[in-house]
């Protein structure tokens, strides 16, 4: 235990220390103050008082703009959408994840689940949040806002439109409950014969050299204030994250979350190898019970994850709302029936998966494209994640325990790519904002979009892919990645806990 603590806090010092250095080398010209984002087109965190331009710096102060405040509203509906986020977690993701694992390892995985949650809600506050959403360079952003930093009730962070704001602390919530379930969404890779240490050390290093990356990448730009003319959204887009650079649109984490999350799983299941048995003896799950009632808490939650993604309440949250009400039922119903074809009977797990089919593959898309858009893209994601859970995983031979990655990675993959062909205005789609004509832009491209989707879908794949890999031979190293044969046999709930999830 005192190993694996020493290699906890090692870990994190050597996680800051190494983004302090990269901040060192952004700090010789000094920038204007941090601006966030939280989608790839338009949550950016804005200074309490935007960088005015030199003339008007010069005029008198009682001519200056006046500072935006907050709007009550806006505010209200980010604080329901992080609570609902946080109930896709807990107990959302938990019951549906412990529904699926056999009975002796029903206590383990709620408490992974639980534990992920809390831990990276505790490094988001301290360092995550700054790593992610201050300005930086094009893979991390710096250090300003360590331990929340400067941030007051009156601190607040823009939105999608020019002049809106929200205040800040409900932004940093709303983003850390969307840290926190990625790395919990992991877990279902490998549940069942993972050390409880092993899953606390790698979900520290993947927060830090995974997840904050790529959200800076995807989500980070200076926010629509500061694009007033074509000269400064030059300016502007010079500072943002590398993906956001290249125009990746990503609404609310088809990247940053499942596919980012996916890849680390698969690469887990790997590296971590096939629970004993399997293939040999039934794996059937527990309690579908559980897992249905937990797809039902995901599905509802999943409502302030996509609509919450706006930052206001506005049209564009209802556009989100509306998406991810439709593409899951769409995804539902394609899902059954292609199980039903195919298998000749529709199941309760199958109704349950392709509902989260259809909410992972919409999410990238969901304030981009139009309803009819969605209900196609969930039609889609239905049957092409039916094969990720098996044709797929067949082929790639390994034990992804709860189909993180056919789910997860496939639905994320598909729901990226499509993002850049139904987010066509000639398709229904909301097409790009142009902030400096301050409308949207002429010419959409289905192509060249889609081009720059699979870019971000590919730089993703290989960013977490590689971190994944290096952080899970690291804990091997510090402390051993699966437990012993024996105790694997037992169940987790008695040998890594010592309680049971039921008794008889």
């Known amino acids: 235990m005192k190993k694996f603590i020493a290699a906890l806090l090692a870990t994190c010092s050597v996680g800051l220390a190494g983004f302090a250095v990269a901040q060192e080398k952004t700090e010789a010209a000094p920038a204007p103050a941090p601006a966030v984002t939280a989608t790839a087109e338009a949550k950016a965190e804005a200074p309490a008082a935007a960088p005015a331009a030199a003339p008007a710096a010069a005029a008198p102060a009682a001519e200056a703009a006046p500072a935006p405040v907050p709007n009550k509203g806006d505010n209200a509906w980010l604080m329901v959408c992080t609570a609902l986020v946080i109930l896709m977690s807990i107990p959302g993701l938990a019951l549906f994840y412990g529904g699926l694992v056999r009975a002796k390892n029903m206590l383990s995985v709620l408490l992974q689940v639980f534990t992920v ?10 360092f995550g ?29 823009a939105t999608f439109s020019k002049g809106v704001v929200v205040t ?15 790395v919990a969404l992991i877990l279902g890779a490998f549940a069942e014969r993972i050390k409880f240490s092993a899953v606390l050390l790698f979900s520290v290093l993947w927060f830090i050299f995974s997840y904050l990356p790529v959200a800076h990448m995807v989500w980070y730009w200076a926010g629509p204030d500061a694009y007033t003319s074509a000269e400064a959204a ?29 890849v680390a799983g698969l690469v887990g299941a790997f590296l971590i190898g096939k629970r004993v048995g399997f293939g040999r003896e039934s794996f059937a799950p527990h309690s579908l019970t559980l897992t249905i009632t937990g797809a039902a808490l995901l599905w509802f939650g999943w409502f302030g994850f996509n609509a919450g993604s706006a930052l206001e309440a506005n049209g564009s949250a209802a556009l989100a709302f509306v998406n991810t009400w439709v593409a899951t039922a769409a995804a539902t119903m394609s899902w059954l029936i292609a199980e039903w074809i195919i298998k000749g009977k529709p199941s309760g797990l199958g109704a349950a998966s392709g509902a989260v089919a259809g909410l992972v593959a919409i999410t ?14 969930g039609l889609l994601a239905g049957v092409v994640c039916l094969w990720g859970v098996n044709g797929l995983k067949r082929m790639l031979g390994v034990d992804d325990s709860l189909d993180v990655f056919g789910v997860h990675g496939v639905g994320g993959i598909l729901g990226a790519l499509l993002t850049g062909v139904f987010a066509s205005p000639s398709l229904g789609g909301t097409g790009i904002y142009d902030y400096v004509a301050n409308k949207v832009a002429d010419g959409y491209s289905i192509a060249d979009q889609v081009i720059v989707q699979a870019t971000a879908v590919g730089v993703t794949i290989v960013w977490s892919a590689v971190v994944a890999f290096i952080a899970y031979k690291l804990v091997d190293m510090f402390v051993g990645l699966r437990v012993p044969e024996d105790e694997e046999r037992e169940g987790l709930d008695v040998t890594s806990h010592g309680e049971s999830a039921y008794h008889s």
């Open 117 to 126: 949650f809390s831990l990276i809600s505790v490094l988001w506050v301290l």
């Open 129 to 157: 949040y700054s790593v992610a959403f201050t300005e930086g360079n094009a893979f991390f952003g710096g250090l300003d806002k360590v331990l929340l930093k400067g941030i007051t009730p009156d601190s607040v962070a």
């Open 168 to 182: 800040e602390y409900i932004y940093v919530a709303f983003q850390g409950a969307f840290a926190a379930i990625t």
């Open 234 to 262: 030059e300016a502007a887009n010079a500072t943002a994250g590398f993906l956001f650079q290249k125009g990746a649109l990503d609404f609310a984490g088809g990247t940053v979350v499942h596919i980012n999350a996916a």
């Open 364 to 377: 990238p898309a969901a304030g981009f494209v139009g309803p009819v858009g969605a209900i196609v893209m």
